[in-house]
């Protein structure tokens, strides 16, 4: 079986300098199966993935980071904004593409939303800070965004992340107003054993079964030991499965650890695949995603 | 159906490994079959080598295997991640030294779950460690079923199967039974009679240091059968050697 160097895209956006890793046919073919995504046209449409929940500590930032992974592994080039200001969370993790900025401040607005036309990079990450989802979508519509997206100028996903409670239901109820145009995702992550009322009928077609949305997305449960110890080594998940530091060197890891992340993360590109969301990003036919659609 | 101590053409997968420790891992999903006994005699046939060994007693309770070999074989407990961690990572180490594991049979579920799920055997093949997989048959369909599994899952992955004549008798369809297994080698353990088994309880018996020098106040018929039943053991464990040595190309240039 022949190895091939290849550049790892995903350390490559995270990290100061690109590490060259070795391949072997099965991997190369793989990746060329994936049918990665083209550097973006000038005039195609630019996303917006909103990442947001009612409460902390359900996982969101979790989510966002898994997001930031899969969209680099499909070499799908993305710049985050990290709504956590002034410290940041998921800019802990994702230094190289993620700006810490303030969704209240115009300045800040303006960052993100004036340069949507005019970046080079054509999907944008927002992690919205926790319990902020409903300010956030309220100034989305006051700065004009919503408009343009019923207006077809850009696309916008909103993956809202659920907690455990009958509060966090509640809040379906108060965004569903401002996601009619968009992509409105219910994300169930299991990280910490939550439920979703699965057990309860009754409450579970209350909430979930009222609401249109495009669709659901779970994120399974990452053993505890590895989840702290990817929070530790404060790298993306996939320089952590890749055994480097954020600088790319060795990092020493334990390989069952690794083991366990890689295999949650690929759980997760599989519910990313399901969902077709390299379609919605990048839509065009004759594609993996699309005929896995179909 | 390739026996460890013949000759002939080898079948099952060829590996390359040129370099890169060993894993053998004993198991079976049902219990009372010999397993314990398997790890054993691969313990102690490398010791009489002179080689140094790592051993894993994966029951935590009543470790059967690790009790003949303390300092050598640590217990773990598979589904605490900590010995998980000191298992596996262990058993993809740098260090060379062949490790045995003696998979518990209520632990024979999780354990292959957890290897499924971390990406163990693809690993090990990444890094040029060479895992072979001691299977035990018997008669039931669950250990049938086991094998099959495990091949189907990971047929790169020799399995050797293991008939312990004394602990899973076959009886007459022996061979018929045999027969239904996928393997990549035989090993045959003898059965050994009641008051010469009973000796092999002596957790203080090296049977690697009794194949040196016997004990001067064993019994001089247990002596003799136990050297008895050692020895064609130890034959197909050679032969066996061998035959993965030349695959890996030990012998080429």
Redesign the interface.
């Known amino acids: 079986m022949t190895r091939k160097p290849t550049k790892d895209m995903s350390r490559v956006t995270s990290q100061k300098k690109p590490v060259i890793v070795e391949e072997d046919d099965e991997a190369v073919a793989a990746r060329a199966l994936k049918a990665p995504i083209p550097r973006m046209e000038k005039n195609m449409k630019p996303s917006v993935i909103l990442v947001g929940a009612d409460k902390g500590g359900v996982g969101k930032t979790t989510v966002a980071r898994a997001l930031l992974d899969y969209l680099a592994t499909n070499n799908i080039i993305t710049r985050a904004f990290d709504t956590e200001y002034p410290r940041g969370t998921l800019h802990r993790f994702h230094p190289q593409e993620t700006t810490i900025v303030d969704l209240q401040s115009t300045s800040d607005q303006m960052r993100i939303l004036d340069t949507l036309n005019t970046a080079q990079v054509k999907v944008s990450v927002i992690d919205i800070r926790a319990g902020g989802l409903l300010l956030a979508m309220q100034a989305l519509e006051d700065t004009g965004f919503l408009d343009a997206v019923a207006a077809g100028d850009f696309d916008f996903l909103i993956y809202h992340v659920l907690g455990p409670s009958i509060a966090s239901l509640e809040e379906i109820d108060e965004i569903a107003p401002y996601v009619q145009d968009g992509q409105y995702y219910l994300v169930k992550n299991h990280v910490n054993d939550t439920t979703f009322f699965e057990w309860d009928p009754i409450t579970h077609r209350r909430y979930f079964e009222k609401v249109e949305t495009a669709g659901e997305i779970t994120i399974p449960k990452l053993?505890?030991?590895?989840y702290e110890q990817v929070e530790i080594a404060a790298t993306p998940f996939s320089t952590f499965v890749a055994d480097r530091t954020a600088e790319g060197e060795p990092a020493g890891h334990?390989?069952?650890?690794?083991?366990?992340v890689?295999?949650w993360l690929h759980k997760i590109a599989d519910e990313f695949d399901r969902v077709g969301l390299l379609t919605q990003l990048a839509p065009r036919s004759g594609t993996r995603q699309a005929k896995a659609l179909k | 159906m390739q026996s460890l101590g013949c000759g002939g053409a080898a079948i099952g997968p060829v590996t390359h490994m040129t370099s890169g420790g060993r894993v053998y891992i004993c198991c079976s999903p049902d219990r009372r079959v010999g397993v314990s006994t398997t790890a054993r005699l691969l313990t102690d046939y490398r010791l009489l080598k002179g080689e140094r060994v790592a051993g894993f007693d994966t029951d935590p309770h009543e470790p059967s295997y690790g009790v003949h070999f303390p300092g050598l074989v640590k217990a773990v407990n598979t589904a605490d991640i900590r010995d998980q961690i000191s298992l596996f990572d262990t058993l993809l180490g740098e260090d060379s030294a062949p490790k045995i594991v003696d998979v518990w049979s209520r632990a024979y579920g999780r354990f292959f779950e957890t290897v499924r799920e971390i990406g163990f055997f693809e690993e090990a093949r990444d890094r040029k460690v060479m895992t072979i997989l001691f299977y035990h048959a018997n008669t039931t369909e669950s250990a049938l079923n086991g094998a099959r599994e495990l091949h189907r899952s990971w047929p790169e992955i020799r399995l050797v199967i293991v008939h312990n004549e004394g602990a899973a008798q076959l009886g007459a369809k022996a061979r018929d039974i045999l027969a239904h297994y996928p393997a990549g080698g035989k090993l045959v353990i003898p059965e050994l009679h009641a008051p010469v088994n009973k000796t092999l309880e002596d957790a203080s018996l090296s049977l690697a240091n009794f194949l040196h020098a016997p004990p001067p106040s064993m019994s001089i018929v247990v002596r003799a059968a136990l050297k008895a039943w050692l020895t064609p053991i130890v034959t197909q464990l050679n032969s066996f050697e061998l035959r993965l040595a030349m695959e890996s190309g030990l012998f080429s240039n």
Do not use: C, P
């Not at chain 1, 053993?223 to 590895?226: D, I, L, R």
């Not at chain 1, 334990?254 to 366990?260: C, E, K």
């Open positions: 053993n505890e030991m590895a334990s390989f069952v650890l690794r083991g366990y890689r295999t």
